[in-house]
């Protein structure tokens, strides 16, 4: 079964940027699958930010024109890079796969395994 891993949260100044990681790790594959990234702020319900299959990526209103998902294939990697951080960014960031259908609708109830998470704090 495909594990995930991710990384790459910090700490950062709004209006910068940071690029999270998801690895796939166990022998797992991410190539076939939807992938998701969600984000979960405290006292919030985790919401989705962006996702990519089959060559469509789907991106959340309030992180359109400033976040990207891309694959790399190659090193079985999905990034998430952001930019113009803003102070609301401010959450925990989970990657997670679907196997089944496709990345939308973007809910967490139909992903299927997911990272640890990776902290993101947008603080001057």
């Known amino acids: 079964q495909v594990r995930l891993v991710e990384s790459g949260g910090g700490l950062m100044q709004p209006g910068g940027s940071l690029r999270l990681s998801c690895v796939a790790s166990?022998?797992?594959?991410?190539?076939?699958?939807?992938i998701g990234w969600f984000r979960q702020a405290p006292g919030k319900e985790r919401e989705g930010v962006s996702c990519?299959?089959?060559?469509?990526?789907y991106y959340t209103d309030s992180v359109k024109g400033r976040f990207t998902i891309s694959r790399d294939n190659g090193k079985n990697t999905v990034y998430l890079q952001m930019n113009d951080l803003k102070p609301e960014d401010t959450a925990v960031y989970y990657c997670?796969?679907?196997?089944?259908?496709?990345?939308?609708?973007?809910?967490?109830?139909?992903?299927?395994?997911w990272g640890q998470g990776t902290q993101v704090t947008v603080s001057s």
């Open positions: 997670a796969a679907r196997f089944l259908g496709r990345c939308q609708p973007l809910l967490q109830q139909h992903y299927d395994t």
């Open positions: 166990g022998g797992g594959s991410l190539n076939y699958y939807p």
């Open positions: 990519s299959s089959d060559g469509v990526t």
